[in-house]
């Protein structure tokens, strides 16, 4: 029967890796707050989960964002995830392989990198991008920004590397037909 371990911290919530405490020391992160949480390491925090904790988030930003720009790193990272397209992206592969037949590569699978993103598919010559937006992973409620401001920001970063973007939802795959006529739009206009 396996033991219980509240008896080991009476009188301190346990949570995760934390341990809700009463101090007036502040957050060894940096981010100037009052420590609420101490962790296995000793170190002192303000949020339960230090990847909450503003300054921690930062450094966490500051250190993906560079990692994100060696290429060693995106080689593992790929062979690490082998990663495979999704039904979106397999509809898609076989809507522009009639459309343009061996045209567009998917690359969603970190096959290509351009300046630290990776898109989910590249004209084979031309510098054109197609990405696929998931209608709950590119939300307001998980990114945070607005639809259109996060389409603006991720078409202005492939066109600042030099390529033209299309951004596509998944709401878009209920009209084929409609679909379809967006690619070929977009595939004439920047012949």
Known sequence: MKK?????????????????????????YGCGEIAKYKFKNRKLCCSE????????????????????????????????????PNLLEKHMIEILNKLYPDEFKFVGDSSKWIGGKNPDFKHKEKKLIIELFGDYWHSKEVTGIDEQIHEQERQSHFENNGYKTLIIWEREFKNIERLKLKITEFYRKEK
């Open 4 to 28: 219980s371990t509240s008896s080991r911290f009476k009188g301190k919530k346990r949570l995760h890796n934390a341990m809700r405490i009463l101090t007036t020391e502040l957050c060894d």
């Open 49 to 84: 989960h230090t990847s909450a904790c503003k300054k921690r988030k930062q450094f966490a930003s500051n250190l993906l964002n560079r990692l994100y720009h060696t290429i060693d790193f995106l080689e593992k990272r790929k062979k690490g995830l082998d990663m495979k």
